[in-house]
């Protein structure tokens, strides 16, 4: 029976359905398997990185990431904070790429910490930009670029 | 909208730079293009690389049509004629 006509079958039983909906995505859409196997990077609208596995799209660029979990890059820190499964709205993605796996996936300079640390190390640093803009602002009379 | 679509689609290989409105810049292989302008890089490499270190080992990638602020094209890849004719053909209505 054809994948299609399968699935028209299945649409009272929604767990199947989805599984055979999803299969039918990779079927058509993706002559490159790969990148259901393969860790995505998704970069977001307001600069959060996602790393996870893809197991769904769609045209808006709705994502479904399994095992996702969140970069964060302070300076040379950076931590991956698990989540578990995202869906991600298509509006807020910006990028996904596919990760070179022969390729480091970060500078070597760039240490791994926990946590806490890197929670600690992003508090400080946007402090640190409130500082300068304030600054900026009551220094603003003074007319510089 | 159609016009630079079918642009695009016939850039489908060559080398270009894609701004994005977050600022970040990335030039790779144009691999395809959609009607969102959605556009699908390959080879790709940042070009500020110490500034975005999480890109390092991204060599695909798809990059989302509503987020590109610019894309700089070959030199090569523009065909004044033809697109004179293709404005004038879709000015006067197809």
Excluded: W
Excluded at chain 1, 9 to 22: D, E, F
Excluded at chain 1, 33 to 47: A, C, H, N
Excluded at chain 2, 19 to 47: C, M, P
Aim: proline letters at 3%; a neutral charge.
């Amino acid at each position: 029976m054809p994948l299609n006509v399968l699935v028209l079958h299945c649409k009272n039983c929604l767990v199947t359905y989805l599984c055979l909906r999803s299969l039918m995505v990779v079927k058509h859409a993706s002559r490159d398997l790969s990148i259901f196997i393969e860790k995505l990077l998704v970069l977001l609208r307001d600069g959060r990185k996602l790393l996870g596995l893809l197991r769904s799209f769609d045209q808006f660029a709705n994502v479904i990431l399994e095992g996702a979990c969140e970069r964060v890059i302070v300076g040379d820190l950076y931590c991956d904070i698990p989540l578990g499964l995202y869906v991600i709205r298509g509006e807020n993605v910006v990028l996904i790429g596919e990760l070179d796996l022969e390729k480091e996936e970060l500078p070597s300079r760039m240490n791994p910490v926990s946590e806490a640390e890197i929670k600690r190390a992003q508090k400080a640093e946007r402090e640190a930009t409130d500082l300068k803009g304030s600054m900026r602002k009551r220094m603003e009379f003074l007319d510089f670029d | 909208m159609q016009l630079f679509f079918s642009y695009f689609k016939d850039l489908v290989g060559r080398e270009v730079t894609v701004e994005l409105k977050n600022d970040l810049a990335i030039r790779g292989t144009l691999h395809s293009v959609d009607q969102y302008l959605n556009i699908k890089l390959e080879n790709t490499r940042v070009v500020d690389q110490d500034k975005y270190p999480h890109m390092l080992s991204v060599r695909n990638c798809f990059i989302r049509g509503s987020v590109v602020r610019y894309v700089q094209l070959p030199p090569e890849g523009v065909d004044i004629e033809l697109l004179h004719d293709a404005t004038r053909r879709e000015a006067r209505g197809g």
